[in-house]
């Protein structure tokens, strides 16, 4: 009998609304990969339990998402350098015996940012959140090279410690609470990377921004859309919401798995055409 294709998953909890499923399906058609790729549904109490005795065991390779981040790095036997200095791992690998834990969010990030062509090296960046988001993201957008790093969090605490952990790898950011935004210099570029598109109220100054900055939310679908809308009436014109970075880090995910590197711009395009066709 034929073993089947590999099999992989998403977990999160909730999770039914994933594309991840949709992404992979379309990377493995388009590189001849024989995987099969689920979404499963993961309470935070049922973690440990679905790798020791469930489905777990038959997984070739997970993604992680919320809110199982930080479950999973302590789940990891060994971590990638990015994993371990943001605490999250999005992507788990076999290894001997164990999983290999790694984070694609910010090379996810910054490849999308490069598909639109916005910079990051010499502007002044402001991150909005962070959380497991902002702290993935916080690392790899200091090392572009920006003039200023910004990050703004609703517990100031929480913005201020990932300035410390970026201070002591060498990088600078300053970290502050959302109060204080509406005494910052307008930026170039703003990433919004907190979750209060999940039914919250933000309130950011329209101070922030000029005609040329860039606004990017990492959230996508419904949850992006209250910031999306902010920037555009605050007169942003280079606004975006993060499906890019999700197929991004999912690429990038696939290439860790099966060592072949999808092409990200068919399926992106596919992704769009799916959300255009459901929502009308
Ligand atoms: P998380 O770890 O739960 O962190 C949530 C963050 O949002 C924290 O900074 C929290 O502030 C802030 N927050 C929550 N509700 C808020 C509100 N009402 N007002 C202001 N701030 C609020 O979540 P996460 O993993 O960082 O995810 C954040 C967003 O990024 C989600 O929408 C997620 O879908 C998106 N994301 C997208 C991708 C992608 O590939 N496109 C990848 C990763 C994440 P406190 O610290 O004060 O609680």
């Given amino acids: 009998m034929s073993p089947g294709p590999d099999r992989y998953a998403v977990l999160g909890h909730p999770i039914a609304h994933s594309l991840s499923p949709e992404i992979h399906h379309a990377f493995a058609r388009a590189t001849g990969e024989s995987i099969s790729y689920q979404a499963i549904d993961v309470s935070p109490e049922r973690f440990d339990d679905f790798w020791r005795h469930g489905e777990g065991r038959e997984l070739r390779g997970a993604n992680i998402t919320l809110p199982l981040k930080v479950l999973a790095r302590d789940l990891a036997d060994r971590l990638s350098p990015a994993a371990r200095e943001t605490g999250s791992v999005n992507t788990l690998i076999p290894i001997r015996n164990g999983w290999y834990g790694d984070t694609t969010d910010g090379i996810g990030l910054i490849r999308d940012l490069d598909r639109l062509g916005w910079s990051l090296a010499a502007r002044r960046i402001l991150i909005i ?91 996508y679908g419904e949850a992006a859309q209250p910031f999306m809308r902010w920037a555009r009436e605050a007169g942003a014109t280079r606004v975006s919401d993060g499906l890019g970075m999700l197929v991004e880090q999912a690429a990038e995910s696939f290439f860790l798995w099966r060592g072949v590197r999808p092409e990200t711009a068919p399926v992106l395009a596919m992704l769009l055409a799916m959300l255009r066709d459901r929502s009308g």
């Fill in 129 to 219: 959140g962070a959380g497991g988001a902002g702290r993935g993201i916080a690392f790899p957008v200091a090392r572009s090279g920006p003039r200023e790093l910004v990050i703004a969090n609703r517990t100031a605490d929480r913005a201020q410690q990932l300035a410390d952990d970026l201070g002591r790898t060498g990088l600078t950011a300053r970290g502050c609470g959302l109060d204080e935004l509406q005494n910052l210099e307008p930026v170039d570029g703003l990433l919004h990377a907190s979750a209060a598109g999940h039914g919250g109220q933000l309130q950011l100054p329209v101070s922030l921004l000029q005609v040329r900055t860039w606004c990017y939310d990492l959230s």
